[in-house]
């Protein structure tokens, strides 16, 4: 029996071993690729960086001035370096990162005769350019919660030029690229001393979304806004200004409290769009919208407040804002070609502070008259990598 069971086995062996063999060959015969296992893959990047190219329909700063009544353009670039990354702890992310803004306006003449821009020629000379440059550093704690200071930078193309018209008291001589509008001389964005301004954002942010796992977030966040260092001391303002508005308090400082509801229309109909409302307001002290008394002891360039005067702030508000944002990515376009989305949107301003009012009047020309709310609109077109 032992026997038996031996050459069994033996038999076995072989006709397992021959059947290896003859797939083997038959494989060979039939030119059968051999699969390697797939290479792992490549370690997520630190990096993310991204740029935007925009036309807005009219421009108003988060702090509710308005700064371009008819249409410009802006390109916006970003990069962020991730330093670390800890979801198990209390602090969970580190990062350091940059932001250059630069825009332009899209006419040679910016709203009416009388207004502030007008005449100024972005293709003489850059008159109509300005520049904002920022660096920021975010610290991720709680697992939803973000802290980010950002310090920013804006000048324009005749930044600190001191330069006003020669026929104006300070006798100075105007570049010959500088037209005169109606409302004064000097009054125009490339011709007067465009101050550099200086200022600084600390906000904290809340993620709502991956606690609640509703359809919509909201993402609520506070930042306090604080002014740097006077600037406009000389020329055409005559007074230190401010980044905020041409009425508000330099080295001052107030909060701008918001959130971002977010609603991603691919969990719904597979529309890869995601809309979001951008809302915000500003709260501060009454003398913050008010410590620009104007120019050479005239209103011209600022709402012409001084101290409790007729034009002065009359709330501890400065806007109220909210708009809609539809961005679509373009997921048609591979991955290795970045990742790109157009944009479209709107923004209605509540200009809540009778001196802002009073600033906007300067902005837009008196033709245009005080107006309490202001729509804008954008479109968009960007890629992140």
Wanted: one cysteine or more; a negative charge.
């Amino acid at each position: 029996m032992s026997k038996t069971r031996s050459l069994f086995a033996l038999l076995s062996g072989c006709v397992l071993a021959l059947s290896m063999g003859a797939t083997a060959a038959l494989a060979a015969d039939m030119n059968l690729p051999v699969k390697a296992p797939p290479a792992p893959p490549p370690p997520p990047s630190n990096w993310i960086a991204f740029i935007e190219a925009n036309y807005e329909f009219g421009q108003v700063n988060p702090q509710g001035q308005a700064v371009y009544k008819e249409g410009d353009y802006n390109v916006v670039a970003g990069a962020v370096l991730s330093l670390y990354k800890n979801q198990s702890g209390f602090i969970n992310s580190w990062t350091v990162g940059g932001l250059g803004i630069m825009d332009f306006a899209a006419n040679s003449t910016l709203g009416p005769s009388d207004s502030f821009w007008a005449n100024s020629n972005p293709t003489q000379g850059g008159g109509g350019l300005y520049y904002i440059l920022s660096a920021n550093t975010s610290v991720g704690f709680a697992q939803n919660w973000t802290l980010t200071e950002s310090f920013y930078h804006l000048a324009g193309t005749n930044a600190n030029g001191a330069i006003t018209n020669s026929n104006n008291a300070k006798g100075a001589i105007q570049p010959a690229n500088c037209t005169w509008g109606a409302f004064a001389p000097g009054a125009q964005f490339g011709c007067l001393d465009l101050p550099a301004w200086y200022w600084n954002e600390l906000k904290l942010s809340f993620s709502d979304g991956p606690i609640t796992h509703w359809p919509i977030s909201f993402n609520p966040y506070i930042t306090w806004y604080a002014e740097l260092f006077p600037s406009g001391l000389t020329g055409e303002l005559g007074t230190s200004t401010s980044a905020a508005c041409f009425s508000c308090n330099s080295q001052s400082s107030d909060f701008i409290i918001g959130m971002t509801p977010t609603v991603s229309l691919q969990q719904f109909w597979g529309i890869p769009v995601t809309l979001t409302a951008p809302t915000w307001f500003t709260v501060g002290p009454k003398s913050f919208w008010q410590g620009n008394t104007g120019a050479s002891g005239t209103p011209a360039f600022a709402s012409g407040c001084v101290e409790n005067g007729p034009n002065c702030s009359t709330s501890n508000f400065g806007v109220f804002t909210t708009g809609l944002t539809a961005t679509w990515a373009l997921t048609s376009i591979p991955a290795q070609y970045g990742h790109w989305h157009v944009k479209a949107g709107f923004q209605w301003y509540d200009i809540i502070n009778q001196a802002l009012q009073e600033d906007n009047l300067v902005t837009y020309g008196s033709s245009f008259g005080l107006q309490q709310n202001i729509v804008t609109g954008f479109l968009g077109l960007g890629v992140g990598f």
